[in-house]
């Protein structure tokens, strides 16, 4: 059974600062990552993803993997108050296994 | 396009009553998903279908729950009787194989009481 792993947080940094989110998963087979982020009574949406080993950059965002390490990272740089949410990091192929989320609070 | 389409959004029903939830997926997409997600499991995978036929449906937590997809614009998720423990957000998804991810719908919130 594929599993995602995530702290569920909450994760506090303070406005300007990087965050850090990680991520495990349980299949050596998973050969796609996304990260998801949920708003409060919002439904869940795509910001990153990423396939192969290294760093995936997107303006304010970077998506790392490991899959020696069967690790996923989200970075969040110059955070905002408008990143506070849920992040959800999720294992894909014909369907997605989500991880529990990482709470993520950025102070003013 | 206007992305999935859930009703109702809000639901509060009765212990013992039938609940029925829609959803339109995006036109094209060939994937339809039916996740719940509560405070304790998180989003979970109920099942999922793929042109229309039913994939996977191991997620769905027992004989209460029925899903459908008559065609390719429409899918329900059926429980009945409904019980207080299916009180959760229920998420439909849709994606297509040449499009990364998934685009969820608004949810519909459910309450049994």
């Known amino acids: 059974q594929k599993e995602v792993e995530q702290n569920s947080g909450p994760l506090s940094v303070p406005e300007g600062a990087i965050a850090s989110l990680n991520c495990t998963y349980s299949?050596?087979?998973?050969?796609?990552f996304f990260w998801y982020r949920q708003y409060s009574g919002k439904s869940p949406e795509l910001i990153m993803s990423?396939?192969?080993?290294g760093d995936k950059e997107d303006g304010r965002f970077t998506a790392q993997l490991n899959k020696a390490s069967q690790y996923v990272s989200l970075l969040i740089r110059d955070s905002q108050p408008s990143d506070s949410a849920t992040y959800l990091c999720a294992a894909g192929g014909q369907n997605f296994v989500f991880g529990p989320g990482t709470r993520l609070s950025v102070l003013p | 396009d206007a992305g999935v389409i859930q009703s109702p959004r809000h639901e509060v029903t009765e212990m013992g009553q039938e609940v029925t939830l829609r959803c339109k997926p995006i036109s094209g997409h060939d994937y339809l998903f039916w996740y719940r997600q509560t405070m304790m499991r998180g989003l979970e995978l109920l099942i999922y279908f793929n042109n229309n036929v039913p994939i996977d449906d191991s997620g769905m937590p027992e004989d209460r729950f029925s899903a459908k997809m008559p065609n390719a614009s429409f899918s329900t998720l059926k429980i009945q009787p409904s019980e207080p423990r299916d009180s959760a957000v229920y998420f439909c998804?849709?994606?297509?194989?040449?499009?990364?991810?998934?685009?969820f719908g608004s949810g519909t919130r459910l309450t049994v009481v």
């Open positions: 299949d050596r087979g998973s050969q796609s």
């Open positions: 998804a849709s994606s297509d194989p040449d499009v990364e991810g998934y685009t």
């Open positions: 990423i396939y192969s080993n």
